[in-house]
């Protein structure tokens, strides 16, 4: 079945500190693969989207590869800010699967000035 | 444009008694999913409904648990004789149709669901 794996949180960083959370995931078929944010309180925003292998998405300083040889798809960012405090999903989305989302476990960011 | 809209936010039940979360899709979108996100836990897909069809029912519970997207209206999650295990952020998502996979889904506020 499909399933994605996240690095385990919580993680604490400074402001203008480099972030990285990893994710990998298997899957039946060539997936798209999506990163989620949720801020308190309220429901999942999208963040970015690939939908093909070596794709890159990208959005407010964000960015994730789509990584077929290495079933990843590890969100970035050079420089985040305390506004960035959020739990932040990765998700896939199979081919054959009828369009159900499969989520990570989530990873909660705390950004601290 | 209006993003998608639910309701109630908050809804308190006491066992036995029914939760009905109600779903309304972002204009232009014909297709629906509800998720249930457990405290500490990631969202796990419940249902996907099409206009008066459910598609893909997967990952509902046998018993208490039922769906619908009605013609006119919005879409409904009904959970009849609640227990405490049921208190969770019940999600809705809908999205325009597109490509299977490619298909990009939005959420909703989410729906809080506590059971006394």
């Known amino acids: 079945g499909n399933s994605v794996t996240q690095m385990e949180g919580p993680v604490t960083l400074s402001e203008e500190a480099f972030l990285t959370i990893n994710c990998t995931y298997t899957?039946?078929?060539?997936?798209?693969l999506f990163w989620y944010v949720q801020y308190p309180g309220e429901g999942l925003q999208l963040l970015l989207k690939?939908?093909?292998?070596?794709d890159k998405g990208s959005n407010k300083g964000f960015e994730a590869t789509y990584r077929k040889e290495t079933t990843s798809f590890h969100l970035e960012k050079g420089s985040v800010q305390v506004s960035d405090s959020a739990v932040y999903f990765c998700?896939?989305?199979?081919?054959?699967?009828?369009?159900?989302?499969?989520f990570g476990s989530g990873t909660q960011l705390t950004v601290l000035p | 444009n209006a993003g998608v809209m639910q309701n109630p936010r908050h809804l308190v039940r006491r066992r036995g008694q029914e939760a009905r979360l109600r779903c309304s899709p972002m204009k232009g979108h014909s297709h629906v999913y509800w998720y249930r996100q457990l405290p500490e836990e990631g969202l796990k897909f419940m249902v996907y409904?099409?206009?008066?069809?459910?598609?893909?029912e997967s990952g509902m519970p046998k018993e208490r648990f039922s769906a619908e997207f009605p013609k006119e209206g919005p879409s409904i999650l009904r959970i009849q004789q609640v227990v405490r295990g049921d208190s969770a952020a019940y999600f809705c998502?809908?999205?325009?149709?597109?490509?299977?996979?490619?298909?990009?889904?939005?959420f909703g506020p989410g729906t809080r669901l506590t059971v006394l």
């Open positions: 899957a039946t078929g060539y997936p798209s």
């Open positions: 998700a896939l989305s199979a081919l054959g699967s009828a369009r159900q989302l499969t």
């Open positions: 409904l099409q206009k008066e069809n459910i598609i893909d």
């Open positions: 690939a939908t093909k292998a070596d």
């Open positions: 998502a809908s999205s325009p149709g597109g490509t299977p996979g490619v298909d990009t889904q939005y």
